[in-house]
């Protein structure tokens, strides 16, 4: 590590000993922009790396409701509003019970970068609570919403911050959220994305996170002269994005061995397709169901650890942040895996991600790879804003081609800075110089 980095990092870290999610998000950009920082003293005397690690702005609020047996809980609830230098705030919400404010520093930073990367104009925000909808009543989940809307919708508005889903934040919770942010503002407008398709919401929305970390990982493979066409393909979460990385994976010939959950994976060597992808889909949003119901469901063998065990060709971690350590990495690369894309955010440890590379196994960073979930919210915020619809067509043509343009921009930029194939150097020097280069333009605001 350069004393630059070394310097830097101990400011970061001494500023808030606590996060350490944020610290490892804000390291591995540190240490990419270096040469960037070289080449363009301007950042340097304006200190936009000091800068760009700030959020613009920090609230964390009260959440108090009350669950089916009349009990008062109280929750924390969050929205860090990271960078607006592109645009609007933009960002999801994380409702699970390891939130802290540290884990919403983290996701906002990286989404500041991601949203670069999709050339639309959004901004970096994101936010969440440490309530989890798991085990909680349809009622219980929607008095939360409300309430925690009642202090969100103060901080929010089209043209200033539009959250939208993350972990624990589905189609149902957006629903309730969105409901209470019109009663209480009286307004009709696209202050979220991944509405529901009647209310504003965009076709393939639903689809886009996981679609667009399989059509990256396809960009990948076709460097390398393969393609998804026979491939074995270990996955892990299956919500919204592990659900439609699935079905898009099956769609182009590879074969998905496994799904998995906090307690365990399914292994299903022939491939988990058909009925069984179908039953995939609802397993947790209709029947509210773990991995472990479903292998029960169909006689699937259920293990306890982490799928990164099953022999595969490529893997998709799609649940959540360092769910991929140096052991899984280790296990993969014997294995012989030759590509990791990550579906989640920040799913791969360094020392994990640094394995791959030494292995030369191409390697999608989750900024990137993961990035056509923010984009099609970009786009159903360009509807709303037109008061107009697209059809599923369009709109995943616009994802396609965001997708390649982002891979191609990270494989470019890693090249012009002598580190080819590296798409890690390639998305965070991409996405840094554009938001950096904004925060210049509009001087010290
Ligand atoms: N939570 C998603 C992400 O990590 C989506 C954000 C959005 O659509 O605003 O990119």
Known sequence: MSHEVEAFMQEVIGRDPDEPEFHQAVHEVAECVGPLLDRHPEYRRARILQRIVEPERVISFRVNWMDDNGDVQVNRGYRVQFNSALGPYKGGTRFHASVHLGIIKFLGF???????????????????????????????????????????????????????????????????????????????????????????????RREAAGYGTVYFAQELLATRGTSFEGKTVTVSGFGNLGY?????????????????????????????????????????????????????????RFRPGKPWQVKCDVALPTATENEIQLEDAQQLVENGCMCVAEGANMPCTRDAVRLFAEHNVLFGPGKAANAGGVAVSGLEMSQNSMRLKWSRAEVDDRLRRIMKGIHDLCLETAADFGKPGNY???????GFRKVATAMLEQGLV
């Open 424 to 430: 890690v150097v390639g998305a965070n020097v991409a």
């Open 110 to 204: 990286e989404q500041m970068f991601k949203n670069a990367l999709t050339t639309l104009p959004m901004g970096g925000g994101k936010g969440g609570s440490d309530f989890s909808p798991k085990g909680k009543s349809d009622a219980e989940v929607r008095r939360f919403c409300h309430a925690y809307m009642n202090e969100l919708y103060r901080h929010i508005g089209p043209s200033t911050d539009v959250p939208a889903g993350d972990n624990g934040c589905g189609g149902r919770e957006i629903g309730y959220l969105y409901g209470q942010y019109k009663r209480l503002t009286n307004r009709f407008v696209g202050v979220f994305t991944g509405k529901g398709i009647d209310w504003g919401g965009s076709l393939i």
């Open 244 to 300: 439609h990385a699935i079905e898009k994976l099956n769609e182009l010939g590879a074969r998905v061995v496994t799904i998995a959950d906090e307690d365990g994976f399914v292994h299903d060597p022939d491939g988990i397709r058909g009925e069984k992808a179908a039953f995939v889909r609802d397993l947790w949003t209709v029947h509210r169901m773990s991995a472990r119901d479903f292998a029960e469901r169909y006689d699937l």
